[in-house]
């Protein structure tokens, strides 16, 4: 049967339950009789099927009526071996030869297989006697069987133990019979899933932890692993891998939260409408597959979401239905699953066989040697069922055997000594704590902060209601306290904020103006070095070709400022002379009538030098400066003269700096021309020189700034530059400072360069 095909399994109504003992008619069990696919064998217990209560937290061998296993020690480690039920499948015809005894307490199949209840065995002369924790036969139904070999183990899932159930036995013994049950006698599944609801939302369960159930469902068909849950994952997406919280996990599984009971055993029974199931020539409806159930209980301490469930508790009950073993088919197919089921079953048996020798090892003060390797890694299943097999697991397995059947014999006899094998294997199961996780105390103390600045928050408010916070709430802006309260912050928050956005605004504002500062200068030096009558040079033409009036540009020309220098020089050197004649005059004490010098042969230049007060004799003989005999008039004279001679030198030099800054541009300004002249490219810029498009702001584009200094083309020497290369146009911060009338304080020189095309 393909995945997804329509189910073909279906339960048996109640009155076959009864079979057998009393007297109930015969059903003949063949292909033909599949039983519809519209009766799911999972049902939800109804409430005449009450189960023994399960009191939380009880130990697993307390309340089981066949104890195994015991808790040891203050680690919560169960130790003991697995729990081994029998059931007995029972006579389906009244003609079946099956004898009580007078007690009820024994029971003969075909003269051949005796039960006893009060022994909890099952022998035969041939190969003895067989003892279990629990033996099952009669119309004894599900929930019985569950309360008696399964509940406890359920109850121990929750407590943190992982658990596992396991149905064995050869086809057509009762395993899925026991295992799902019907609407009537729900089996283990569903009799686990409410057990598990009925827990984690019992009163009695520790209430300080919270729980999620999920669930997972897959079949092993012919080795390969499905998804019953999501049929359409490949079954080669599903792997089978160590997991440090639950031993072997298959990965690539969908998990499945649900929140009731009714939610799981829905998932459940889609699960089950796509197992494979077939008729053979055993079993109307065998099952060709081991599915596997797993419940996956993940709990949390409720006090704190966050932290708790960080790191949850995680306990997973697997109950599984295993195939049958089988003697060959006759129909191929089935021949061919028949030898997957089989070949899977023998590795299992040879595993418990092995842990069987190894646990009988130590409870004889032996090794824990097995006398070899287990070889979980055989099949699938004795893969998956690793954890519980090895010990490490709370196991429950539930043997079916057909006595009744003498074919079976062979397969009863095998099925038997498997259990009693199972029997022997010691088990070590150690409770899941919540995992270790590193951030799980960090996130624990955050949460504590939190709470702490919440309380204080609270106080805060209440205390601002009535004023008396203020103080408080300053020290936390001004972060004068150490405690930093939340309402503290939000107000030292908002501030900040607040002068982020100024502080951004201005940095724009900032920007901005460097900006209009850079194109300014960026025109004023352009302007520098090709400004004044060069209105026609290329490099001036690719802006827009007007001329631009600079600064640089009013100001006079090399020449005249040379003319000028002579001025000034020949007037320092005229009122210099005056003074010495002042000098002579002084020690003479002659004063000359007319003090109109002979050297005055070049007249101050008005326009720039304070007017020069005439000076005459007659307005000079008022007085004298005391102790010196010159008139005080002169005196007078003297200083201011003295003073204009040190404004002169002064300005002398100034204008020396600008001079010389002039001819530096000039020079380059002779070079650039030159250059541009040159470049193959220049007539073509000049021919654009009046294009519209040419505009400043394209131009300016072009441009970036560099902070580096070529001191090369610094002083003007721009002889290496190549026709085609950018032509990096330095100008030191002299110079700036220079053509900004002195006054611009530049910190770094700025080198301009070009595009290439330039
Ligand atoms: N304890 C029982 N009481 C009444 N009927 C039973 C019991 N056990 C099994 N049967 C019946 O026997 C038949 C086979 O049972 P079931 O399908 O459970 O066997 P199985 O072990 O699951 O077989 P397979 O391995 O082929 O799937 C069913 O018709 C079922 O109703």
Redo the contacts with the bound molecule.
């Keep these: 049967m393909a995945l997804g095909s329509p189910p073909k399994r279906a339960y048996?109504p109640s009155s076959?339950?009864n079979?057998g003992y009393a007297n109930t008619a015969a059903r003949p069990?063949t292909p033909s009789m599949r039983r519809p696919t519209s009766s799911l064998s999972l049902r939800s217990p109804t409430p005449n099927q009450a189960r023994r209560p399960i009191t939380p937290n009880s130990a697993y061998s307390q309340n089981s009526s066949s104890s195994s296993l015991n808790l040891q020690g203050k680690d919560n480690v169960y130790t003991g071996n697995i729990k081994v039920s029998v059931?007995v499948?029972?006579p389906?015809n009244s003609s079946a030869a099956v004898s009580t005894s007078q007690d009820g307490s024994i029971t003969t199949f075909n003269d051949t297989w005796i039960v006893d209840t009060d022994r909890q065995s099952i022998s035969t002369k041939d190969v003895g006697e067989f003892t279990f924790d629990n033996i099952f036969h009669g119309p004894i139904s599900n929930a019985t069987i569950f309360e008696s070999s399964v509940g406890e183990l359920v109850n121990q899932v929750i407590s943190g133990y992982n658990g596992t159930v396991f149905a064995y036995?050869m086809?057509?013994?009762?395993?899925?019979?026991?295992m799902q049950g019907s609407r009537e006698n729900p089996g283990i599944i569903p009799l686990s899933v409410h057990a598990v609801f009925d827990l984690i939302q019992s009163p009695l369960v520790d209430p300080s932890r919270s729980y999620t159930v999920k669930v997972s469902y897959l079949e092993i068909y012919n080795e390969h692993l499905h998804d019953l849950l999501a049929p359409q994952t490949p079954s080669d997406e599903i792997k089978l891998r160590d997991d440090p919280q639950r031993g072997v996990r298959a990965l690539g599984l969908r998990e499945v939260t649900v929140k009731s009971p009714e939610e799981l055993i829905e998932a459940i029974q889609n699960g089950d409408s796509l197992r494979r199931t077939e008729g053979?020539d055993?079993?109307?409806?065998?099952?060709r597959s081991h599915a596997v159930v797993q419940i996956i209980i993940e709990s949390s301490s409720k006090g704190r979401p966050g932290a708790a469930n960080a790191a949850p508790r995680i306990s997973t009950l697997y109950l599984c239905d295993l195939?049958?073993s089988e003697r060959a088919a006759s129909q191929t197919e089935r021949r061919k699953e028949g030898a997957y089921i089989n070949k899977s079953l023998l590795t299992l048996g040879t595993v418990i066989a092995r842990l069987s020798v190894a646990s009988t090892n130590i409870a004889n003060g032996g090794g824990s040697s097995s006398n070899g390797h287990i070889p979980y890694r055989d099949s699938k299943l004795t893969r998956l069922l690793q954890p519980a097999l090895s010990g490490k697991s709370l196991v429950s397995v539930l043997c079916?055997v057909d006595v009744l059947n003498l074919n079976n014999s062979v397969e009863t006899i095998s099925t038997l000594r498997f259990a009693a094998r199972a029997k022997n294997i010691l088990v070590s199961a150690k409770r899941n704590e919540e995992a270790s996780d590193p951030n799980a105390k960090l996130v624990e103390k955050l949460l504590a902060q939190v709470d702490a600045l919440k309380m204080e928050n609270m106080q805060l408010r209440s205390n601002g209601a009535g004023g008396a916070s203020t103080d408080a709430m300053l020290a936390d802006i001004t972060g004068t306290s150490e405690i930093t309260t939340s309402a503290g912050n939000s107000a030292l928050m908002s501030q900040i904020a607040q002068l982020e956005a100024e502080n951004r605004i201005l940095n724009e504002r900032v920007e901005h103006l460097a900006r209009l500062c850079d194109d300014n200068r960026l025109e004023e030096l352009i302007g520098l070095g090709i400004d004044d009558d060069v209105v026609s040079s290329p490099v001036t033409a690719t802006f827009n070709g007007t001329s631009r009036s600079s600064s640089i540009s009013s100001m006079v020309s090399e020449e005249e400022h040379r003319r000028k220098e002579n001025e000034y020089r020949s007037y320092i050197a005229h009122l210099e002379k005056q003074l010495y004649l002042q000098e002579v005059q002084k020690r003479n004490n002659v004063v000359s009538p007319d003090l109109k010098l002979p050297f005055n042969s070049s007249p101050a230049p008005t326009n720039i030098f304070p007017p020069i007060r005439p000076v005459s004799i007659s307005s000079a003989s008022g007085g004298s400066t005391p102790g010196s005999g010159i008139p005080q008039h002169y005196a007078d004279i003297i200083e201011d003269l003295k003073e204009e001679i040190e404004e002169l030198k002064e300005s002398n030099s100034d204008k020396d700096r600008i001079i010389s800054t002039l001819r530096s541009i000039n020079k380059r300004k002779e070079n650039l021309t030159a250059l541009s002249m040159s470049s193959p490219g220049a007539s073509a810029v000049a021919a654009g020189a009046n294009s519209p498009s040419l505009n400043h702001s394209s131009a300016y584009s072009r441009y970036y700034f560099s902070s580096s200094l070529n001191n090369a083309t610094a002083a003007g020497d721009i002889s290496n530059s190549q026709p085609g290369n950018a032509i990096p146009m330095a100008i030191t911060s002299e110079e700036v400072k220079a053509a900004n009338g002195g006054s611009t304080a530049e910190s770094a020189d700025t080198t301009l360069t070009d595009a290439p095309e330039f």
């Design positions: 048996r076959v339950i079979g069990q059931r499948k029972p389906l036995g086809t057509g013994s009762g395993k899925t019979y026991s053979t055993f079993n109307a409806v065998s099952s195939a049958g079916t």
